[in-house]
């Protein structure tokens, strides 16, 4: 190809996860066999066969698509080291900061997926290690720094050293706890409209025995249950049911991220450090691929509002009106537990008066009453002041 200046391979920061620390250079796939031997095997011996997380042939690795990054860099390596290649591997790539709109999404896969889902109230739980660091880089950040490392391969202050890019948030990375809790903490303040239940989140490693049964737990009595429910409300009133495979393909979702929110690595970006130093710097700012600009406050705002406006799809003008819709949801949802809650107390009564008297059975079951009317007080006030509003209204009119 004539006066080919530069190719940027977008690779990932976990195509070599069965490291714990990953520097920025590239890691042959296996340490046994030379390039072509090894694809040659691996075309043979596994080429028909779907490779499942714990396979001999992932080398430790959870899926086939970071196996691939891995033969793919190890590959432009062996063949291909005299095209001018610089190879970018961004960590988990989530809404944007600033670009093009702050909190920009087109893609429910990964993150923005997880947020949806709870923010909805459909999703319960969530498989994480909440100590772990979450490595999750904007979406600009990574488009400029793709962007840069392209014009840096095609300048004459081109390092051959310097020919991976760790994409990644390094020291400026958060937990996965303080994340979730972060973007789940605007539920009040810009819910969906097509919210379904008040937003309540079980974070679960499942790494013990005890951690899998309490998974196991929720998913059938907070997940299927309630999807079943709401399914046949679907029928009853003539739609097409589909929560139940809603349920199915979350799941899933989160089994496929497990592998990445419960554990961490450390990654070494100086390489995008030493590009963005040789950048002028009116073109530092046009180009900001400084990920120490990120202000995670103001991103967890972006990403809340993003997901609802640019995958729920839910406008602006509706904010307000999702407000009351969610409040009175928290309200109707609480009730109607605490009357199936009643109803299995009075079942269960009579089988316990023999273990413990009645006053104490009683007194147990009010204090437990209490605490899930003192949860919701909040919304209570706010209905009662709503409604006072609007009789007043209405009251001024007739007079």
Not at 27 to 41: A, H, K, R
Not at 78 to 88: D, G, T
Not at 126 to 154: C, E, F, H, Q, W
Request: aromatic content about 14%.
């Amino acid at each position: 190809m004539m006066n080919l200046k530069s190719i940027v391979y977008v690779s990932t920061a976990y195509g070599n996860c069965q490291l714990k620390e990953i520097e920025e250079k590239i890691y042959p796939t296996v340490i046994d066999q030379d390039f072509e031997s090894y694809l040659n095997d691996l075309r043979m011996n596994y080429g028909d066969i779907n490779l499942q997380i714990g396979h001999e042939a992932l080398r430790n690795r959870p899926n086939p698509y970071t196996l691939s990054k891995s033969i793919a860099e190890w590959m432009i390596k062996e063949r291909y080291s005299s095209l001018p290649v610089i190879i970018c591997r961004p960590s988990i790539v989530a809404n944007s900061f600033e670009e093009p709109i702050p909190g920009w999404c087109d893609s429910t896969a990964g993150v923005g997926g997880a947020i949806i889902s709870t923010g909805l109230g459909i999703s319960r739980f969530t498989i994480m290690d909440v100590k772990a660091k979450a490595d999750i880089v904007p979406v600009d950040i990574v488009v400029n720094s793709l962007i840069v490392a392209g014009v840096y391969r095609a300048s004459t202050l081109y390092n051959d050293e310097k020919n991976v890019i760790n994409i990644t948030m390094g020291n400026h990375s958060i937990t996965w706890g303080k994340f979730l809790n972060g973007t789940i903490g605007y539920k009040d303040v810009v819910p969906s409209i097509k919210t379904v239940r008040p937003v309540s989140i079980n974070i679960n490693p499942s790494r013990t025995f005890i951690d899998r049964m309490h998974l196991k737990t929720i998913k059938i009595f907070s997940h299927y249950l309630f999807a079943c429910l709401f399914d046949l409300i679907c029928l009853t009133i003539g739609h097409k049911p589909f929560m139940m495979n809603l349920m199915d393909r979350i799941h899933k979702g989160f089994y496929l991220l497990q592998p990445f929110s419960c554990n961490e690595w450390t990654f070494y970006n100086e390489n995008i450090r030493y590009i963005n130093e040789l950048l002028p710097n009116n073109e530092r700012s046009l180009f900001n691929t400084n990920v120490y600009s990120v202000e995670w406050e103001k991103y967890f705002y972006n990403i809340a509002i993003g997901c609802r406006r640019y995958l729920v799809k839910d406008p602006d003008s509706t904010i307000e009106i999702a407000k009351r819709r969610y409040n009175r949801i928290e309200i109707i949802y609480t009730v109607f537990i605490l009357i199936i809650h009643s109803t299995l107390y009075w079942l269960l009564k009579s089988m316990m008066i023999n273990i413990l008297p009645y006053y104490i059975i009683d007194y147990i079951f009010i204090l437990y009453i209490g605490y899930y009317l003192f949860r919701i007080r909040g919304n209570i006030i706010d209905e009662f002041q709503l409604l006072s509003k609007h009789f007043s209204k209405q009251f001024k009119l007739i007079n």
